[in-house]
């Protein structure tokens, strides 16, 4: 079983307060079968039409921005159907949920070999003795936590760094996926101070500023960004014509 990710005021967003009772629960009934089939937030037009809630008054009106310049709870995709918005800024992709469960599978499949089950009775018979097979030296085992340590140090920098606090848990699943090492996390922490002076970024208080996990999954650091302009006066833009004009008369 899965579960769906949600932030814990998302029930207060005007994005969901204007929406009718239909709607919502189609909402979520999207969200829910995005989960258990991992389809990265796609669903399909053959898919939507067995929903339970599925009416085309609903779905219009999850495909209208709340408000204009907004982004729509759902995005039409052509010959495919719907994509939910931000599915993945806080549900994990369909790549990570298999490594999940290979994972998973693979730490029960261990801790059964490893078990009492193991045990083995010593020639005498009188006692046992557990066996513990496919254990890893401690040396790994300490390899592996300062590793594991370097990258959570690495991520709170980023984070500390990044003017937008949203959707943490996405932005680290993003950056163990990235694993930057010295010179890639040096990169991005330079990337990001290069954006802030960006115009792009200063608009409307930050608002086109992109959530920690897309600036990591596209690779947004990599952006080549235009040099700003200085800005100049309408006064000093009238000096410095005159003295062309006097430059040019003399």
Same mark, same amino acid.
């Given at each position: 079983m899965s579960f769906i990710r949600l932030s814990d005021d998302y029930?207060?967003?005007?994005?969901?307060t204007d929406l009718s009772d239909g709607a919502f629960r189609l909402w979520h009934e999207g969200m829910? /079968?995005?989960?258990?089939?991992q389809t990265d937030g796609v669903i399909t037009t053959k898919a939507l039409s067995g929903f339970r809630y599925f009416t085309k008054a609903r779905v219009q009106e999850l495909l209208?921005?709340?408000?204009?310049? %907004?982004?729509?709870?759902w995005n039409a995709v052509p010959t495919i159907g719907y994509a939910m918005h931000d599915y993945l800024e806080w549900n994990p992709c369909r790549e990570e949920e298999q490594n999940r469960q290979r994972d998973s599978k693979e730490r029960t499949r261990l801790w059964r070999s490893n078990g009492?089950?193991?045990?083995? %009775?010593? +020639?005498?018979?009188? +006692? /046992?003795e557990p066996v513990r097979?496919?254990?890893?030296?401690?040396?790994?085992?300490?390899? %592996?936590?300062?590793k594991k340590d370097l990258a959570v140090v690495r991520f709170e920098e980023f984070w500390g760094a990044y003017p937008r606090k949203v959707g943490k848990g996405a932005a680290w699943n993003a950056w163990r996926?990235?694993?930057?090492?010295?010179?890639?996390?040096?990169?991005i922490l330079t990337s990001i101070a290069a954006h802030l002076e960006d115009s792009q970024w200063q608009k409307e208080g930050g608002q086109f500023v992109? /959530?920690?996990?897309?600036f990591l999954n596209q690779r947004r650091f990599e952006d080549e960004l235009t040099a700003p302009q200085p800005h100049v006066s309408e006064q000093t833009s009238r000096l +410095?014509? +005159?003295?062309?004009?006097?430059?040019?008369?003399?």
């Amino acid at each position: 079983m899965s579960f769906i990710r949600l932030s814990d005021d998302y029930i207060d967003d005007p994005k969901f307060t204007d929406l009718s009772d239909g709607a919502f629960r189609l909402w979520h009934e999207g969200m829910a /079968y995005c989960r258990r089939h991992q389809t990265d937030g796609v669903i399909t037009t053959k898919a939507l039409s067995g929903f339970r809630y599925f009416t085309k008054a609903r779905v219009q009106e999850l495909l209208t921005p709340w408000e204009q310049g %907004r982004n729509a709870l759902w995005n039409a995709v052509p010959t495919i159907g719907y994509a939910m918005h931000d599915y993945l800024e806080w549900n994990p992709c369909r790549e990570e949920e298999q490594n999940r469960q290979r994972d998973s599978k693979e730490r029960t499949r261990l801790w059964r070999s490893n078990g009492v089950a193991n045990s083995v %009775r010593d +020639a005498s018979r009188d +006692a /046992y003795e557990p066996v513990r097979v496919g254990l890893d030296p401690p040396a790994l085992d300490l390899e %592996r936590e300062e590793k594991k340590d370097l990258a959570v140090v690495r991520f709170e920098e980023f984070w500390g760094a990044y003017p937008r606090k949203v959707g943490k848990g996405a932005a680290w699943n993003a950056w163990r996926k990235l694993q930057p090492d010295q010179e890639l996390h040096g990169k991005i922490l330079t990337s990001i101070a290069a954006h802030l002076e960006d115009s792009q970024w200063q608009k409307e208080g930050g608002q086109f500023v992109p /959530y920690p996990a897309t600036f990591l999954n596209q690779r947004r650091f990599e952006d080549e960004l235009t040099a700003p302009q200085p800005h100049v006066s309408e006064q000093t833009s009238r000096l +410095a014509q +005159a003295v062309r004009d006097f430059s040019g008369s003399s």
